[in-house]
Nanobody, 124 residues
């Protein structure tokens, strides 16, 4: 089992920045990739970004490219999401997730472990 705990969410004005963290514990050696997804009320869960745990290759959803940066600290088993130039439409609950299979990382299917999520609210 892998446990994931997100932190860093909050309320920010449009144009501002936030950094989310996701601390992983347990059988972290089984992870090959981690990602961030978000879900706004009444909407489906949306892919935000993903990173390969080994090598660091990154992937981004179209709506966040150029504004968000995903990174990881292998020694601390921690995943980060730096969010800049935030927009009201970025408002959502942000979840981190971990998977063992390093493929199709933009799909929710295949992620074995999910965190509870952290709320991000961007005011206009």
């Amino acid at each position: 089992q892998v446990q994931l705990v997100e932190s860093g969410g909050g309320l920010v004005q449009a144009g501002g920045s936030l950094r989310l963290s996701c601390a992983a514990s347990g059988r972290t050696f089984s992870m090959s990739a981690m990602g961030w997804f978000r879900q706004a009320p009444g909407k489906e869960r949306e892919f935000v970004a993903a990173i390969m745990w080994s090598g660091g290759t990154t992937y981004y959803g179209d709506s966040v490219k150029g504004r968000f940066t995903i990174s990881r600290d292998n020694a601390k088993n921690t995943l980060y999401l730096q969010m800049n130039s935030l927009k009201p439409e970025d408002t959502a609950v942000y979840h981190c997730a971990a998977r063992g299979v390093p493929a199709l990382v933009w799909k929710t299917e295949g992620y074995n472990y999910w965190g509870q999520g952290t709320q991000v609210t961007v005011s206009s």
